[in-house]
């Protein structure tokens, strides 16, 4: 099992639309959690932390699943500027700042 | 603002020519990353500095090295680079916390081209 683990997508939406990702990682000690946006040839950028009570901000929420080790992300009403590449970023067991651990991305396209 | 800010935003060198990146910050961040990220891929971590400690990642080729001359900047050196090195490079920096770490703030990367 890989350590971070996100559906590819794409993910094809209409305006609108609710639209969920989830993140799977395999280290139970897991600490941090974060979901970065990532636009086209362009750096990434972060969303949101993930917080164990879960967490909003405005049309975005997310949560934290210990038990089943997952993080997701909900979008609602999805706006043709939310396209773009969400990436779930977990922070491993360890006092090592390193070991930040990247999923390859959920690729987002909201269309008219 | 603060930010982190990389020079420059595109680079072109020719194969086997040493290349240097260079990144900035002004958040006053102790730990300052450096990532490799291909089209479609995860960026990869090559190495990291906790303020002045230096972390390589063990499968970072020797072909990359690194300096942080003081807290606010850290340079990417590619000593030969080769076609496989092209690539997006990002400096990213962070706080350490307990039981933690802050999020990572980006740069604008650095678009690597070998020919």
């Known amino acids: 099992r890989k350590e971070v683990e996100q559906d590819p997508g794409p993910f094809n939406v209409p305006e609108g639309a609710t639209v969920a990702f989830n993140c799977t990682y395999s280290?139970?000690?897991?600490?941090?959690f974060f979901w970065y946006r990532q636009d086209c040839r362009k750096e990434p950028k972060l969303l949101m932390s993930?917080?164990?009570s879960g967490n909003e901000d405005g049309r975005f929420t997310a949560q934290l699943n210990r038990a089943s080790q997952y993080i997701s992300l909900l979008i609602r009403d999805s706006k043709l500027s939310d396209s773009a590449t969400y990436l779930c970023?977990?922070?491993?067991?360890?006092?090592?700042?390193?070991?930040?651990?990247f999923g390859k991305g959920t690729k987002l396209s909201v269309k008219p | 603002d603060a930010m982190v800010i990389q020079n420059p935003r595109y680079q072109v060198t020719q194969f086997g020519k040493p290349v240097t990146l260079s990144c900035s910050q002004t958040?006053?961040?102790?730990?300052m990353y450096w990532y490799q990220q291909k089209s479609s891929q995860a960026p990869k971590l090559l190495f990291h500095?906790?303020?002045?400690?230096?972390?390589n990642e063990a499968d970072t080729p020797d072909n990359f090295q690194s300096r942080r001359p003081n807290t606010s900047f850290c340079f990417l050196d590619i000593r030969s680079p080769g076609l496989g090195d092209a690539a997006m490079y990002l400096c990213?920096?962070?706080?350490?916390?307990?039981?933690?770490?802050?999020?990572?703030?980006f740069g604008n990367g650095t678009r690597l081209t070998v020919t």
């Open positions: 993930v917080y164990s």
């Open positions: 280290n139970s000690a897991s600490q941090s």
């Open positions: 990213a920096t962070s706080t350490s916390k307990t039981g933690g770490v802050s999020p990572l703030h």
């Open positions: 958040l006053n961040h102790n730990v």
């Open positions: 500095y906790y303020d002045k400690d230096f972390n």
């Open positions: 970023v977990v922070k491993g067991y360890g006092g090592s700042q390193g070991n930040l651990i």
